[in-house]
């Protein structure tokens, strides 16, 4: 798994490929959110397109990423899930709790000013 970071404006794009699974890797997604939160980026967009699979580990490290930064009262929106990801968002119910885009520009949007 690779991670790429980006600021976009106030935006925090965080890009993902590879495997998301289990392992020492995991720990490293977890502290790209927690240092949005020390650095007071409250706006995260989670880029999921190269994303190939992901497993239970992986969705627990993005709950936890949106659960950071909820609670220092910013948000979490994802990008680009692929359909075998989307369909995993659908199965765990979490979809209900994730924004999700397609478009970047409509994603960044999303945040508003």
Not at 26 to 33: E, G, H, I
Not at 81 to 105: P, R
Request: no cysteine; net charge negative; hydrophobic share 40%.
């Amino acid at each position: 798994m690779k991670i790429k970071e980006e600021m976009k404006g106030d935006v925090l794009i965080v890009s993902l490929s590879g495997k998301v699974i289990g392992g020492p890797e995991l720990m490293d997604v977890k502290t790209v959110f927690q240092s949005a939160v020390n650095h007071d980026v409250s706006k995260v967009l989670l880029d999921l397109g190269k994303v190939t699979w992901m497993d239970s580990s992986g969705l627990g490290v993005i709950v936890s990423g949106h659960t950071t930064l909820s609670r220092a009262g910013g948000s979490l929106r994802i990008l680009n899930a692929t359909k075998k990801i989307h369909e995993l968002f659908i199965i765990t119910k979490l979809i209900t709790i994730f924004e999700t885009y397609n478009d970047e520009q409509e994603a960044l949007n999303s945040f508003g000013e």
